[in-house]
């Protein structure tokens, strides 16, 4: 298949609060440097990585750098990082609202860009101008933007507001007329930033039906930037994840959720709270000391037991006591919870070890975690939790093929592998 996009090498730098560099040494630098001696940019070869998160020495950033990769015709590519990772800033090198530095990007086809609410939308022109205004933009004829007006029209639910000037527009009914537009005006390749969340959950779920009829059915190539996992997740074949202004991961969707959560999250393996008995909390009753897996081993096959070991303080003589444990995926949706069906007993100052294991639990493939409470009582009769540590430990199940389960089996299906059985009546 032919490749719709390919950045190569691509960098863009910024110097950090001012428009080039501000200073006449270092343009004169940059000019003679450039122009007389014939040689790359000397501020190339300066500046820092884009982490907002700490305090820089460089008056100049690298917003993006080294970005390498290719996307096929037809494809859809999620793009996901943190706040100021640098997406956006790759949509506009893309989309050519700004230049970059270093590098080269080639895009075969007109490209369609919704970058943020109002892309490309002049306010004092009307809804109907500024889709003329906007295919027209693209390379259409008047005559193929008219055989589509209805249909723009009808997409975006704003018949009536039609002819009223933009700036009138609510925020929602900017995003959903400049969507349809983008979306409807044949572009060979279709760029979506974070906006579609500015819309509300009707129009959400219309534009993504939309993006997958334009990519499966019309064999155009969507790149879709969102921090909605599951909406990347639903719509995009693979992924890409921004960290710091690189490329940290890339591979097919699910797997760059996968890193994407996992990179974002503060999991402890394994958990440890006390550094000795003396240093616990003394007004609760019962306290976990540390929680992991057994062995160490966070890597467990389908076929294998979820075994959990806790080293636990009391502080008081407690009958009853029981550990309720809840297990997550990697993105917070909780798969289910178990508590141990044996009760034990504590002393005042007595240090315990328990066990905990999961039998036949029937998860899929994938990354989870595990969070614990120590308490008496139940959901029933009434529960009073001691302590309860949340993210204590962090697993994955990984395939062993095991016979008698279902193996061909898609991340999209949900988190639970179920056992098969086949009964055979003569």
Not at 190 to 210: M, S, T, Y
Not at 226 to 235: D, R, T
Not at 241 to 253: H, Q
Not at 374 to 394: H, M, P
Request: charged residues 25%; aromatic residues 10%; contains cysteine.
């Amino acid at each position: 298949m032919a490749t719709a996009i390919e950045f190569e090498n691509v960098g863009k730098q910024y110097r950090l609060g001012l428009v080039s560099t501000q200073t006449l040494s270092h343009d004169l630098q940059r000019w003679w440097t450039m122009n007389v001696l014939r040689k790359e940019d000397p501020y190339l070869r300066v500046g820092e990585t884009n982490d907002r998160s700490v305090k820089g020495t460089s008056d100049y950033v690298w917003a993006l750098r080294d970005i390498d990769f290719k996307v096929e015709q037809g494809d859809v590519v999620g793009i996901i990082g943190r706040n100021g990772a640098g997406k956006s800033t790759l949509l506009k090198l893309l989309s050519r609202v700004t230049a970059p530095t270093t590098g080269a990007i080639r895009a075969r086809g007109r490209i369609g860009s919704l970058l943020e609410v109002g892309t490309g939308f002049h306010p004092e022109m009307t809804g109907r101008e500024n889709i003329f205004m906007n295919g027209a933009i693209l390379g259409m004829t008047k005559s193929e933007i008219a055989s589509k007006l209805d249909e723009i029209v009808d997409f975006s639910g704003c018949e009536r507001y039609l002819d009223t000037p933009v700036k009138r527009y609510s925020s929602g009914m900017m995003v959903r007329l400049g969507f349809a537009v983008a979306a409807h005006l044949d572009p060979e390749i279709l760029v979506v930033d974070e906006v579609l969340a500015v819309g509300d959950a009707e129009f959400q779920k219309k534009a993504i039906g939309k993006m997958k009829d334009v990519s499966q059915g019309e064999g155009r190539t969507v790149l879709f930037v969102s921090h909605n996992m599951a909406a990347v997740k639903n719509l995009c074949k693979n992924g890409i994840v921004l960290r710091n202004g690189m490329v940290a991961y890339s591979g097919s969707s699910f797997n760059c959720v996968d890193f994407y959560l996992q990179d974002c999250s503060d999991l402890k393996r394994p958990y440890s709270i006390y550094a000795k008995e003396e240093t616990v909390d003394k007004s609760k009753e019962v306290v976990f000391l540390s929680i992991s897996l057994k062995d160490m081993k966070d890597q467990i096959k389908k076929s294998e037991n979820i075994s959990f070991e806790f080293d636990l303080f009391s502080n008081a003589s407690i009958e009853n006591c029981r550990i309720n444990t809840t297990i997550f995926t990697i993105d917070g949706t909780p798969i289910g919870g178990v508590s141990s069906d044996s009760f034990f007993s504590t002393s005042i100052n007595q240090r315990k070890k328990v066990t905990l294991s999961l039998h036949d639990h029937h998860l899929v493939p994938g990354k989870y975690y595990a969070s614990f409470s120590v308490g008496i009582g139940n959901s029933l009769t009434g529960q009073r939790d001691f302590e309860v540590v949340q993210q204590a430990v962090v697993f994955s199940i990984v395939s062993d093929n095991e016979e008698g389960s279902v193996v061909q089996w898609s991340k999209s299906w949900g988190n639970m592998l179920f056992p098969y059985y086949q009964e055979v009546i003569y």
